[in-house]
């Protein structure tokens, strides 16, 4: 059972977080805690999956980073100067090519440790990238501007970043595991989260999960499509139990993972209640060393007892009653006393002045150096035409056909490199090359795809739609279309010369004498004659036309043995009025 926080006015430590209260049934899920040796050092890590990261967080992280954004731009001294003077920033959409290796070619992140994106799927689930590619950016892009606002704007978070698209996109692998969904889900939480370890790094793509990547400085981020297994855990992630001050402590080796798991199925969310977004920025701060025991508020069990904070909830630890400590002035949820695990400008000899800091973290970096040149590429423009006769359209007729246009697409770094067109609807069909030839035999709703790369394979894409119809039937001739015949004849005798022209109903006339030639002139109805249709009938047109002239045809024939009927009725009570008569 939860209760939800009271509104909260003006700026507070995090708008819209629903948190729990402290019953101990919400607890986080301990996977594994394991004591390794690196470099001759023991190290201790701590893995446990998130059962009660609040849901409906995502809003109140959004909200927030947004007004931290203003604030801002308004201590830069105006929108303008402050938006001139910007370092780079991750694009808000992602471009490039999926891959299941590392994009080693176009590195733009600076030097240093950093955050690797996976996105996996299950053996035998379809691959979704096409529909997450741009969710997981949006993520980062907003996860990474709540580190730039609790840091007073001084640091963000370093990824990977760089595709052929440039180095404001994220690079994301794409990984098919080796086992399917019903396998992973039929597991418990531990083993699942190791068969999802092992099967990432069995995939032989370079991304090792084992022990070995303690110490390659660079920390996974996965997203699990389909592996939340409906139990409330909303990710995992690992935690060095280090305290320690200063650059040697180990939250800064790396090699631990980060999970954010979706429910599968294709949901446009990727996981459910919306706190998708909330779960990435406490996972990976888990792997950045948040909450050590040591924390004043620490519930001893990696999280803190604060009420309003990406790492506070009662998560089952010894110390798991939860209070309000931040007042509404306090600007960032991010550890909102900035007295746990996070503080830009900590007081001498307070806690994070004498003990571990992830503002120290060499996973973050100055906000002006996050992202470095690196490929400086950007993608091209497409834009798609449909043209019948010349003009742009959206609907055609069947036996029509279509030109395809995409010269009008552009890249200001160069030439498009190439052009192609996926046809999809009634048929399904490609083209290749700027301009191409579609003809239309079958009605139906035709989706039509472009997509163009430039010289260094960055894509675009442009989708038009296109509808396609029969011709309508040629109509039967209706009742009161008349034909003229007219008779001549001469005063010898001659038999009269019938000749029928379909023209409008003409009156009688004579001649003014009475020898000579008489022409008649009568009018009745008869039927017209077909104007030959300007293209040949399609099959589909034959067919409606045959089973219109069956359906007369039945029709003339029920009224034919109805009268028949009636005829005989009538026959037979004339015939019995008679009898009575005698």
Not at 216 to 236: E, S
Not at 548 to 554: D, F, G, Q
Request: charged share 20%; hydrophobic share 35%; net charge positive.
């Amino acid at each position: 059972m939860r209760r939800p926080l009271r509104s909260l006015l003006a700026s507070v430590c995090l708008l819209a977080f629903a948190a729990p209260v402290a019953y101990a049934h919400q607890t986080a899920v301990d996977v594994q805690g394991k004591v390794v040796r690196v470099g001759g050092h023991r190290v201790e890590i701590d893995t446990h999956g998130d059962r009660d990261i609040p849901k409906g967080s995502d809003a109140g992280l959004k909200r927030l980073a947004r007004r931290a954004a203003l604030r801002s731009l308004r201590a830069g001294g105006g929108l303008g100067a402050s938006i001139a003077d910007a370092p780079p920033q991750l694009a808000s959409t992602w471009c490039g090519i999926e891959r299941s290796t590392d994009d080693t070619a176009n590195v733009a992140a600076s030097s240093g440790s950093y955050f690797k994106l996976l996105y996996v799927y299950p053996a035998g689930e379809p691959d979704r990238f096409g529909l997450y590619a741009n969710l997981i950016q949006g993520d980062m892009r907003a996860i990474n501007d709540v580190m730039v606002a609790a840091s007073g704007g001084a640091k963000g978070i370093r990824f990977d970043v760089g595709t052929v698209c440039g180095n404001t996109n994220v690079d994301i692998a794409s990984i098919q595991l080796a086992h399917t969904r019903a396998q992973f889900l039929a597991m418990g939480f531990d083993a699942r989260l190791a068969a999802l370890r092992a099967d990432i790094a069995g995939s032989g793509n370079g991304f090792d999960t084992s022990n070995a990547a303690i110490g390659t400085h660079r920390n996974l981020l996965i997203y699990a499509d389909g592996l939340y297994g409906n139990d409330d855990v909303a990710g995992v992630g690992s935690l060095f139990d280090d305290d320690r001050h200063g650059a040697n402590n180990n939250s800064n080796l790396g090699g631990l993972t980060a999970v954010v798991f979706g429910n599968g199925g294709g949901n446009p969310a990727f996981a459910p209640d919306d706190r998708r977004q909330n779960t990435a920025l406490h996972e990976i701060s888990h792997t950045m060393g948040a909450v050590q025991d040591s924390a004043p508020h620490s519930t001893l069990a990696g999280h803190c007892t604060d009420l309003d904070d990406v790492m506070c909830y009662a998560d089952g630890g010894p110390n798991n009653a939860l209070t309000h400590p931040c007042p509404n002035a306090t600007p960032s949820p991010y550890d909102c006393g900035k007295n746990d695990y996070f503080s830009p400008a900590p007081a001498g000899g307070s806690y994070l002045d004498l003990k571990w800091n992830v503002y120290n973290s060499e996973f973050l970096c100055a906000v002006a150096s996050c992202i470095q040149a690196g490929n400086a590429n950007s993608p091209p423009t497409a834009v798609a035409r449909i043209l019948r006769d010349g003009v742009e359209t959206a609907t055609a007729t069947t036996g029509d056909t279509v030109v395809l246009d995409g010269g009008g697409s552009s890249d200001a770094q160069g030439p498009i490199a190439s052009w192609a067109w996926a046809i999809g609807g009634a048929t399904t069909t490609t083209r290749v090359g700027s301009t191409a030839s579609l003809p239309l035999p079958v009605a139906g709703t035709y989706t039509i795809t472009l997509t163009v790369k430039d010289g260094n394979g960055a894509p675009a894409v442009a989708v038009k739609t296109l509808v396609v119809t029969d011709p309508p039937v040629p109509a039967d001739p209706g009742e009161g279309q008349t034909a003229t015949t007219t008779t001549t004849s001469t005063g010898s005798g001659a038999p009269p010369q019938p000749e029928s022209i379909p023209t409008p109903s003409a009156a009688p006339s004579s001649p003014a004498g009475g020898g000579g030639t008489a022409t008649v002139t009568t009018t009745k109805p008869v039927t017209a004659t077909k104007t030959a249709a300007k293209k040949p009938l399609t099959t589909a047109q034959k067919k409606a036309l045959a089973k219109k002239k069956a359906a007369a045809k039945r029709k003339a024939l029920a009224r034919k043995k109805a009268l028949a009927k009636k005829r005989a009725a009538a026959k037979r009570k004339a015939a019995a009025k008679k009898k009575r008569r005698r």
